[in-house]
T-cell receptor
C-alpha cells in the first residue's frame, strides 16, 4: 500500500527566509513519483514540483526545491526567500506503480504555511 | 477554455436526494481523477480512470458513490441518497499520462442540508 505523511499542520516563516515543509512516504513500488502542490485560499490547486524515484538530482523549480532522501523515504519541500504570496496550504503527493495496484496519486493531509511580514 | 471544467460549481441539496457532478478534462488527457476535500482537510482519493483500463474505484467510500467516464472525455460522479457527511468540495483532475502531474478543476462545492 501507499502512504503519505505530513506531520506539520501549520508552519510560520518570516518573509525572505527559507522554510522546509516535511513529507515522508511509504511504498513497495521501486518506481514512483513525488509531487508538491499549493492550494491558496482561493481553492485552486497549483502544481509546484516533481521528483521521480530514479532521478539522481534533487528537483528544483525557481524558489522551490525538493530535498529527496530516498533511503529515509522523505521528500521535503524547501521554499527559499519566502514571499507573502506563499501563504497557502501545501500538499505532498505520491504516484505509485504497478506493485501497489496502479498509477493513482494520493495526497498527504497538508501543511498550512503562514508568511509573516 | 483549455483547463479542466467542473459543473456545477455549487450545489445545495436536501438529504436523501441524488446529485450528479460533471468533469470535462483537458483534451487529450488520458488520466482522470476524482477527489473529495472536506473543509480544512486534505484530498481524499475517490476514483481514477486511465485510458480504456478498468477504473481504480478503491477510494469510493460507499456504494452510494459511483463514477463513469466515456473514453477519454467527460466524467460524471454520482452520489445517491446524499447524507450530510457528503458535504465537501469534489475536485476533478486530469493528466496527459499515467505518470504526470495533475491539472485540477475549480471543484464542485456540495452542501447537503
Amino acid at each position: 500500500a501507499q502512504k503519505i505523511t505530513q506531520t506539520q499542520p501549520g508552519m510560520f516563516v518570516q518573509e525572505k527566509e527559507a522554510v522546509t515543509l516535511d513529507c515522508t512516504y511509504d511504498t513497495s513500488d521501486p518506481s514512483y513519483g513525488l509531487f508538491w502542490y499549493k492550494q491558496p485560499s482561493s481553492g485552486e490547486m497549483i502544481f509546484l514540483i516533481y521528483q521521480g524515484s530514479y532521478d539522481q538530482q534533487n528537483a528544483t523549480e525557481g524558489r522551490y526545491s525538493l530535498n529527496f532522501q530516498k533511503a529515509r523515504k522523505s521528500a521535503n519541500l524547501v521554499i527559499s526567500a519566502s514571499q507573502l504570496g506563499d501563504s497557502a496550504m501545501y500538499f505532498c503527493a505520491m504516484r505509485g506503480g504497478l506493485n501497489t495496484g496502479g498509477f493513482k496519486t494520493i495526497f498527504g493531509a497538508g501543511t498550512r504555511l503562514f508568511v509573516k511580514a | 477554455g483549455a483547463g479542466v471544467s467542473q459543473s456545477p460549481s455549487n450545489k445545495v441539496t436536501e438529504k436523501g436526494k441524488d446529485v450528479e457532478l460533471r468533469c470535462d478534462p483537458i483534451s487529450g488527457h488520458t488520466a482522470l481523477y476524482w477527489y473529495r476535500q472536506r473543509l480544512g482537510q486534505g484530498l481524499e482519493f475517490l476514483i481514477y480512470f486511465q485510458g480504456n483500463s478498468a477504473p481504480d474505484k478503491s477510494g469510493l467510500p460507499s456504494d452510494r458513490f459511483s463514477a463513469e467516464r466515456t473514453g477519454e472525455s467527460v466524467s460524471t460522479l454520482t452520489i445517491q441518497r446524499t447524507q450530510q457527511e457528503d458535504s465537501a468540495v469534489y475536485l476533478c483532475a486530469s493528466s496527459p499520462r499515467a505518470t504526470g502531474e495533475l491539472f485540477f478543476g475549480e471543484g464542485s462545492r456540495l452542501t447537503v442540508l
